[in-house]
C-alpha cells in the first residue's frame, strides 16, 4: 500500500506517491475523511454524519448524500494499492469508521502524540534531544487547522489544538532559556532616536522605568511580527510582560490594525 501523507495544519492536502490525490476533489469529501480523521478507530452513526455534512436537509436526502459520499470516498482510499493491506475506511448499514494503518501518515497524529509524551513532564527535566523532537513537531504546525473552514466541529478542534500547540511552545523556549541562553549573551545596542513627544509618551507610561536609559542598562527592543494570528498576540505579549528587565519594549508589527485592537489581554 502507498503511503498516504495527510495535512491538515494550514490547508488540506492528501499526497500519494508525494503527489496530490486528485480524486478527493470536493468538499464534502474532504470534510467526511477530516472528520473520521480527528476522530479516528471510532465508529460513527451514519445519522451524525449526515447530519454533519448536509445540515438541516431533509433525513432522506442527508442519507442519500452521505451514501455517495461515501461510496466516492472509499474509492478513492482504495485504489491506492492492494486492499489486503488494511481498509482505511469501514461501513455497514448503521456505523461508519476510519481506522488506523502504517500506511497513514497524518500530522495531526504526530503532534498530538509528542504532546502527550511531553506536557507531563517538567521543563527542567525535560533533555535535550526531546526538546529538538519537540520542536520539529511544532514546526508541523503550519497554521491553524484546516483554515478557511468553519464548521463547529472544526472550529472546536482548532481551538483544543492552538491550546496543545502553545503549551509545547512555551516547553521547548522556556528550556532554551533556561538551559541554552547565557545573558552574557547579549550585545549593546544604540539608543534608537526618538523625537522629543516620543521620549515624553515612554517616560509617561512606563512607571517601572522612569527614565529611558538610566547607565548601565540599555533599552532592549522587541520586534514581534503576526500575520493577522489574534490567538496567539495576547499569549506572546504575556511572555513579555513577564521579563524583569525595566528598560524594555515591545514592537509589534502586524499586517492587519484589527488583529491588535481587538486583542484583549484578560485572554
Known amino acids: ?154 472550529l472546536y478542534e482548532r481551538e483544543r489544538l492552538q491550546q496543545m500547540y502553545l503549551i509545547m511552545l512555551d516547553n521547548s523556549w522556556s528550556f532554551v532559556c533556561g538551559e541554552f541562553l547565557d545573558p552574557r549573551g547579549w550585545q549593546r545596542v544604540g539608543e534608537p532616536l526618538l523625537p522629543a513627544q516620543d521620549r515624553a509618551f515612554y517616560a509617561a507610561h512606563s512607571p517601572a522605568a522612569p527614565s529611558l536609559s538610566p547607565p548601565g542598562e540599555p533599552l532592549v527592543s522587541c520586534i514581534m511580527p503576526t500575520a493577522n494570528r489574534r490567538a496567539f498576540v495576547p499569549h506572546a505579549i504575556r511572555y513579555f510582560l513577564r521579563q524583569d528587565y525595566a528598560q524594555r519594549e515591545l514592537v509589534v508589527l502586524s499586517g492587519r490594525l484589527r488583529c491588535l485592537t481587538t486583542v484583549s489581554m484578560s485572554r
Not at 445540515?55 to 436526502?61: L, R, S
Open 1 to 154: 500500500m502507498n503511503t498516504l501523507r495527510v495535512s491538515l495544519f494550514g490547508r488540506f492536502s492528501l499526497l500519494a506517491r508525494d503527489q496530490d490525490l486528485t480524486g478527493l476533489c470536493t468538499r464534502r469529501m474532504q470534510e467526511l475523511f477530516c472528520y473520521l480523521l480527528l476522530h479516528l478507530d471510532r465508529p460513527h452513526p451514519r445519522e451524525t454524519l449526515a447530519g454533519l455534512l448536509c445540515g438541516d436537509a431533509p433525513t432522506a436526502q442527508s442519507k442519500k448524500s452521505l451514501r455517495q459520499t461515501l461510496w466516492h470516498l472509499q474509492t478513492v482510499l482504495e485504489s491506492q494499492g492492494d486492499p489486503s493491506d488494511g481498509r482505511l475506511l469501514q461501513a455497514d448499514d448503521e456505523w461508519v469508521q476510519l481506522s488506523s494503518e502504517p500506511w497513514l501518515f497524518w500530522d495531526v497524529a504526530v503532534f498530538e502524540q509528542a504532546f502527550s509524551l511531553a506536557h507531563i513532564v517538567p521543563v527542567h527535566k525535560l533533555e535535550q534531544n526531546t526538546v529538538e523532537t519537540l520542536q520539529d513537531v511544532v514546526r508541523l504546525y503550519q497554521g491553524d487547522l484546516l483554515e478557511g473552514w468553519y464548521q463547529d466541529w472544526c
